[in-house]
């Protein structure tokens, strides 16, 4: 079966067209309907918007055994590193417990294996700052620190949430190897270092691993547009309205794997500020996407969206992955 369906039109003017072929059976678990989307172009992304050009950055260093653990490079272009796992820090009151990977501030990390967000920490204290733990399906966990805390071309410390990770990433949120869920930065005790990445790995018991030999095999891959235009959500921000000092927004979403409903939430000048699920009932949208359920519209409001600010809507699928940007809008006065 395959049908087309016009979803409204988006902030670019545009009609997406979408194509919806359904299996011939149910996998329990597994994707029900693959959805395709055309117009990606319309799909706004913030990495294509503010990732630097992706060229080498030196080479890696060779080999000095085997892999500790196959994994995608978690940083989404070529640098050079040096093994400094176990050196002297804090004036040596502590070990090195990872790698340094040196790049240019809001260079994509890419998660490092098929994995769910197992930790988010959004704070740009302490000697971590903003970090990232990815739990991939065998107990291993991937330590993303010093994530961006900055507005490009700054070392403002301004911290905004999309400066920092890819859209939708919050806890317990599904990534697939190679997508990017995170910009590097200098965030925490590397304020006064060049950006870098601190990468750590942790075995299933909580062992640290040096991920040396891990990084030096690892494959060098970010997800291409064409990979995750199919685990892109689909849906339409339709309105935003003022009462008083409260905004709400509202709309429609579906999940491009499950037929749950699909995360919703709310940015305001890049911050999340509300999040809840697409569940409610919206026949319309059921009416045009046939056996997918009637749950799918959501009603957010939120006191933190002054005259002026910049509205957007982030849909992202925690158990199944993918997340897209909706339009956005100037909130009214
Ligand atoms: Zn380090």
Known sequence: MSLKVAVPVNRSGMVDTITRTAPSAHVPGRPRILIVMTALAA????????????GPLGRRPAPTGPAEREIVFPVGREVSFSDTFGAPRGGG??????????????TPLVA???????WLRWSSSGNAGNMLVLTDDDGWEYWYIHINNDTPGTDDGANRYDQAFADG?????RVRAGEVVAYLGDSGNAEGTSPHLHFEMHDPSGRVINPFNSLAH?????RSAAETERDRPFGNLETVQRSGGTVTVRGWGIDAHLDDPVRATVM????????ASASLSRPDVAAANPGRGSAHGFELSTTSAPAGSEVCVVLHSIGGGGNTRLSCRTAPA
Do not use: Y
Not at 112 to 118: G, K, L, N, R, S
Not at 218 to 222: D, N
């Open 43 to 54: 799909a706004v992304t913030l990495a294509a918007a503010c990732a630097p050009a992706a």
């Open 93 to 106: 009151t502590r070990t090195h417990e990872g790698q340094d990977l040196m790049a240019p501030k809001m």
């Open 112 to 118: 490092a294996a098929d994995a769910e967000v197992d």
């Open 169 to 173: 990433i919050r806890d317990g949120q």
């Open 218 to 222: 690892a494959e060098l891959r970010v």
């Open 268 to 275: 305001v000048d890049g911050n999340p500020v509300a999040s």
